[in-house]
């Protein structure tokens, strides 16, 4: 149970190996170490019921203590797949559990053949009723098990619930596409076609040493090439990744004989909608350059592609960052009035702009500037108000979002904002409610990284209320 747990958790790997020593390798460790187990424990089962002295078997102190050592090493690994299975170590829920069974279900037949298997060695005392027993055992195992193949429903844990439903007008254009060829590190298995399939394994590129992508000499491409089953039209992919891994990705076609990129961008995450001008090809790769961990492959879980209708674009929310001791606002307002007209541009685009990096919070729960002081941030701001009124279209609504709570930003860490908040979590919700008022945002973005105890989540919802509240 404990083995095919653990590989049944292959959602949990990029963190798990962020969190271990051994890095990508403590998986395959536990699995090891849980196989030997495994066989030792049947071993000493079948030695019981086969020899004719199994007294003295089970008088010998060295087969007592190898023994009782499995036996131990079974419980915990069993307690610890368990959890990280059904994702106990957050809380009980039918949706985890859900999940959990759904990863396990490919191993499900050969889980129970397991643990009924050894039922007729402990409870024979003559060989041939020991091989009676595990036959039937068997037979008794697949027909119990057959009706637990029925799919259940499930949502995926990587944030996949909390995300509304896509719906698409058009068929996936790589229904009955096969992989025609993927880059392989030394030793790593071919995995690619698990892209094209609903069987919740993923494809798990790894960073390979070779030539570096053009225009990125930091950046190693691996890539899995698919071949669909003919030419096809499309302008909108959708790619699912298990787990936070891909720091950059491409998707290319192959259209009059050459590559050419359709869509680049930086993290995948839980789903990414991608959508490009139409393309028209019977082949795709779909690269990904560069690892958050260089030493733990990346797990993408499906793509797939639609030709989707021009939709209009009314409502469509454009977000972007800024730092004000980046593009000083003040200095671009000191070029002149063109460089401000050209630079005001860009706002007819965004809907929404977050001034990010401004404020953070010292360890006694006050709001401080950085290098700036308040006078120099409110000039700054009042400022990029000015920038922003000069957009071509005034008419196009931009709104101003601060963030005002950020953890990590400023070199303590992603434990500071745990510590502080945990004692002023109410008179920060109050200061910044009095802020945004001060300096007239729209509203205000939290990047709290991350409430790590139950405690932290308790003070995280009251911050929450209270800002709801104020």
């Known amino acids: 149970m404990s083995f095919a747990f653990l590989s049944g958790a292959d959602s949990a790997y990029s963190w798990i190996s962020e969190i271990y020593p051994l890095g990508d390798k403590f998986v395959p460790l536990v699995l090891s170490i849980i196989a030997v187990c495994i066989i030792l424990n049947l071993a000493y089962m079948f030695i019981l ?6 007294s003295a078997i089970r008088r010998s102190r060295a087969v007592k203590i190898i023994h009782i050592l499995c036996e131990f090493i079974s419980l915990a690994a069993f307690i610890y797949t368990f959890i990280l299975l059904f994702g106990l170590d957050s809380g009980i829920s039918l949706e985890k559990i859900s999940n959990g069974l759904n990863y396990l279900k490919p191993d499900l037949g050969i889980v129970g053949i397991i643990l009924l298997f050894p039922i007729g060695a402990l409870f024979s005392d003559v060989p041939k009723k020991a091989v009676k027993a595990a036959l039937a055992a068997v037979i008794v195992g697949a027909l119990v098990i057959a009706p637990m193949q029925i799919s259940l429903p499930s949502s995926d844990e990587s944030g996949l619930k909390n995300l509304p439903e896509i719906v698409f007008d058009s068929d996936n254009q790589l229904a009955g596409a096969t992989v025609s060829d993927e880059m392989l590190c030394s030793g790593e298995k071919a995995d690619a076609s698990n892209l094209l399939s609903d069987n919740n394994k993923c494809w798990t590129p790894q960073n390979p040493i070779g030539k570096p992508a053009e225009n990125y000499p930091d950046i190693n491409s691996s890539y899995a090439e698919i071949q669909l089953s003919q030419v096809k039209t499309f302008n909108t992919a959708l790619i699912q990744e298990s787990g936070n891994q891909v720091q950059y990705f491409r998707l290319q076609a192959f259209v009059d004989n050459e590559w050419v990129t359709v869509y680049q961008s930086e993290k995948i995450q839980s789903l990414r909608l991608c959508s490009f001008d139409s393309v028209t090809t019977d082949k795709i790769r ?16 499906s793509i797939k592609l639609y030709n989707e209708t021009n939709r209009d674009k009314d409502n469509f929310e454009v977000t972007g960052y800024q730092r004000i001791d980046g593009d000083v606002p003040t200095e671009i307002l000191a070029k002149g009035s ?12 965004y809907t929404t702009i977050i001034v990010f990096g401004a404020v953070h919070w010292d360890e006694n729960g006050n709001m401080n500037f950085g290098d700036l002081s308040e006078d120099d941030f409110a000039r700054e701001i ?48 109050d200061d910044i409610s009095a802020f945004v008022e001060k300096y007239d945002f729209d509203g205000v973005d939290i990047d709290w990284e991350y409430p790590s105890t139950s405690e932290d989540w308790k003070n995280y919802d009251s911050f929450i209320k209270q800002l709801d509240v104020i």
Do not use: C
């Open 49 to 54: 019921s086969f020899s004719k002295n199994d």
């Open 286 to 301: 779909l690269y990904v350059d560069k690892f958050r961990n260089d030493d733990t492959p990346a797990k993408i879980k």
């Open 382 to 429: 009042s400022a990029l108000k000015e920038i922003i009124a000069q957009r071509p279209n005034p008419l196009h609504e931009v709104k101003l979002i601060v963030t005002a709570l950020a953890d990590g930003a400023w070199g303590n860490g992603h434990n500071g904002v745990n510590t502080y908040m945990g004692k002023y979590w109410k008179s920060i919700a």
């Open 338 to 349: 063109d460089y401000v007209k050209n630079y005001a541009e860009y706002y007819d685009v």
